[in-house]
């Protein structure tokens, strides 16, 4: 079974600063889908950036980009030019493509601060 | 832009009584899934629906839980006789596709059993 860990309950980031979120996965499958979400307080949660396992370019939007290690089973979320609004919990996330199964795994998520 | 919609946002039960959670999804998703997380712990998946019927189903999703889409908008997840355990969030999610489509995601229902 897959297995998503994710090592720091917390992570604290100066406003304008860079942060990388840690995130490693278990899994025996060669493709698959990952993802970072975030849930600010009190809100759904709402997708920051996905990367298909198959591609080897690193995912990135605006502000946000992921560090994909594929042979590592690593997949690093970094922040630059933090906002006071990138404060929330952030969800590490994986996804077979095998069968039906459709389902997200979580990790147990990183609480960001962003300090003014 | 379209949002998966939950009701309530906090529901409070007594041991022993049924709940029904209530989601409604985006309007043109076809696959919709129920998740809870445990106070400190990790979001789980419960169960994925797609075509009226149950696609996948973890562990978690024993006999006291059912899915139900009674209408072309609401998708709802019924607990038959609650736990103490069972006090969670559970989020309610919705995708276009299942294949690389993000999973789109309510607020959630904040589960209190007494």
């Known amino acids: 079974a897959q297995t998503v860990t994710q090592s720091q309950p917390e992570m604290s980031v100066q406003e304008a600063e860079t942060v990388t979120l840690s995130c490693t996965y278990d899994?025996?499958?060669?493709?698959?889908?990952l993802f970072w979400y975030k849930q600010p307080p009190s809100r759904q949660m709402i997708l920051v950036i996905r990367?298909?396992?198959?591609?080897?370019q690193n995912a990135t939007e605006n502000r946000f980009s992921v560090n994909f290690q594929k042979a590592a089973k690593s997949f690093s979320l970094k922040i630059s030019d933090s906002q006071l609004g990138d404060a929330a919990m952030y969800f590490c996330a994986y996804r077979t493509l095998r069968g039906s199964q459709g389902n997200l795994i979580f990790g147990k998520g990183t609480k960001l601060s962003v300090k003014p | 832009e379209p949002e998966v919609t939950q009701t309530p946002s906090h529901q409070v039960t007594q041991m022993g009584q049924e709940v029904i959670l209530r989601c409604v999804p985006i309007?043109?998703?076809?696959?919709f899934y129920w998740y809870r997380q445990i106070l400190g712990q990790k979001v789980e998946f419960l169960v994925s629906f797609y075509n009226n019927e149950i696609s996948e189903k973890s562990e978690i999703f024993d006999d006291q839980f059912s899915v139900e889409r009674p209408d072309g908008s609401n998708f709802t997840l019924k607990i038959r006789s609650t736990k103490l355990e069972d006090s969670a969030m559970y989020f309610c999610?919705?995708?276009?596709?299942?294949?690389?489509?993000?999973?789109?995601f309510g607020d959630g229902t904040r589960l209190s059993i007494l």
């Open positions: 309007s043109n998703h076809l696959y």
């Open positions: 999610a919705s995708s276009l596709l299942r294949e690389n489509q993000p999973q789109h």
């Open positions: 899994t025996s499958e060669s493709d698959y889908y």
């Open positions: 990367q298909e396992a198959y591609k080897q």
